[in-house]
């Protein structure tokens, strides 16, 4: 596995945040000019149940290596919103570990509008992981852990 370290290209955190929720709070961060790792991209939505589970994988497979989402959940302009996005979530984690993939790159968290020390805590944490655990490129290239089989 390479080291994150020894090369130039740290890896990508995608963070999907909600435009009312987690994006207002990465605003607040940027209005405070607080520093957060710079291999983070942040992508405003207005409700995370709109993606389906495929949309991580393909992700994953395309070079992101996490994915934070970034919401309230009370702030989802979608009834059942915050409900189908952790049912979303869930349906995910077995298609990861299915394709190899380390479930602890997606990670689903609650951001708000002033929430700036939790959203730089949750970026740090996911970019130390990232340094300990290596390229998801790496992981997809090894396929999943073998399946052991009591007797």
Known sequence: MENCAE?????????LATVSGGYAGADSVGQLHSDYPINTYILP??????????FYIRAFKRGIDAILIMYSGT???YKGGPEQTAKMI???????????????RLKLTAICTVCTKPFIKEVNQMDQLLESIGYVKDEIEAGPAPQTVAA
Request: glycine share 2%.
């Open 45 to 54: 939505v207005k409700c995370p149940s709109m993606f389906s589970s495929d």
């Open 75 to 77: 702030d989802c302009p």
């Open 90 to 104: 869930n349906e995910t984690y077995p298609a990861m570990k299915e394709n190899g993939i380390d479930t602890r």
């Open 7 to 15: 090369t130039k290209e740290k890896p990508k955190i995608l963070i």
